[in-house]
């Protein structure tokens, strides 16, 4: 192995032991959390190949020499194996999928820059093909193939990331609003009046907009599993043929495509629709776009909890300390979005919060120094 003077490939391969512990404990709560059975089993299957994959990356750092290689699962994935018992799995199916991607990418470059090889376990897809395989052999119905692929290919759904990202968008819109009257109000009244429209405005427009975005995307999805039930119907052997290239493409042989396709479109016609809107569209027939009232719901409430924020403190606050007070408790509910952003990118907390607050507490100095110019403008 070519040594790295700074250290960074002992780093590295401490990163990569972790990232493997993290996703085998969230496989376990996956399978913990699956009513199913059969899914349950893949998960655990998961859970056990990232467990293989741990003891390759700790066989190296013995190798190396390399002490304090980690044990246990992080913070992080305690917190999201918490959250998903919580709120449920997906939680925690997008983080999964981004680490399995830099799993891929982490080995490649660990053999380029280091000379370690990689364990040859990297490519999670192929592993879960093979567990389906597997799972289909003993009796894995059809529908229950799409439901997995379903919810693994829907993983852009992150409830996680949408939760952050609307407080986030709460607190900086009406902080910079608030701030801005604030340099041009001479009263604490019109700040208040402003940070309550602030907060109602931006609350609306988000629950709005959610709305429209989820039910216009369901009714697109529902149309496109018409379309697929539609063909079905008419052309049951192109639908075949085009089943059994998709299972080609995921490694299998062309008679077991052909036989595994044959299989699945040959029962239950809505389990064979569930099956090609899973595999062609990527799609839950049961679940084709989640309800746009419940979107509009959670839009509006995370981003009032976030623009309450610097309202509540500023209306507690005495007058002559209120812009302070509202600056402080900004501050503090910046650096805790942001550090929760680190739930999904494992990037450090203190980087991750003081980088959020710069740009929170920016954008209130430039509404803070416009609303001032016109303030002494218009007072002038």
């Not at 999670?124 to 059809?142: I, K, N």
Request: charged share 20%.
């Amino acid at each position: 192995m070519r040594r790295d003077p700074h250290g960074a490939g002992h780093a590295r391969l401490r990163a990569n032991l972790q990232t493997e512990i993290d996703s085998g404990v969230l496989y376990e709560t996956l399978a913990a959390l699956e009513p199913r059975e059969d899914l349950a089993r893949v998960y655990q299957q998961l859970a056990a190949s990232e467990h293989r994959h741990a003891e390759h990356w700790r066989r190296q750092l013995a190798k190396e020499g390399v002490a304090g290689a980690p044990t246990g699962p992080s913070w992080r994935a305690r917190i999201l194996a918490r959250l998903a018992g919580r709120f449920g799995p997906g939680i925690i199916l997008p983080t999964l999928a981004e680490a399995e991607r830099a799993m891929g990418e982490a080995a490649q470059l660990a053999k380029r820059r280091w000379g370690l090889e990689p364990s040859g376990l990297e490519n999670t897809h192929g592993v879960l093909l093979e567990t389906m395989q597997q799972a289909s052999r003993h009796g894995m119905q059809g529908g229950a193939i799409a439901r997995f692929e379903g919810r693994h290919r829907s993983m852009g759904g992150n409830m996680l990331r949408a939760a952050v990202l609307g407080a986030n968008d709460g607190l900086v819109s009406n902080l910079s609003l608030m701030m801005g009257m604030a340099g041009a109000a001479q009263s604490p009244g019109p700040v208040l009046v402003a940070g309550v429209a602030g907060l109602l405005a931006g609350a609306i427009s988000m629950a709005l907009g959610e709305w429209l975005s989820v039910q216009s995307a369901r009714e697109l999805n529902e149309r496109q599993i018409d379309i697929e039930r539609e063909e079905l119907e008419h052309t049951p052997e192109e639908e075949a043929a085009e089943l059994a290239l998709i299972y080609q493409a995921k490694g299998l042989s062309e008679d077991e495509a052909r036989q595994l396709a044959d299989r699945l479109l040959s029962g239950d016609r809505e389990t064979a629709v569930a099956t090609l809107a899973a595999e062609e569209l990527g799609l839950d027939v049961s679940d084709p776009g989640g309800s746009a009232w419940e979107a509009a719901f959670s839009s509006f409430t995370l981003f009032a909890l976030g623009a309450g924020i610097p309202l509540l403190a500023f209306w507690a606050a005495p007058a002559a300390v209120a812009k302070t007070v509202c600056l402080v408790a900004s501050a503090l509910g910046l650096f805790a979005i942001g550090a929760a952003i680190t739930l999904m990118t494992g990037r450090s907390v203190w980087y991750s919060g003081m980088r959020q607050l710069a740009f929170g507490l920016a954008a209130a100095a430039v509404t803070y120094g416009v609303g001032r110019a016109f303030g002494v403008a218009v007072a002038g």
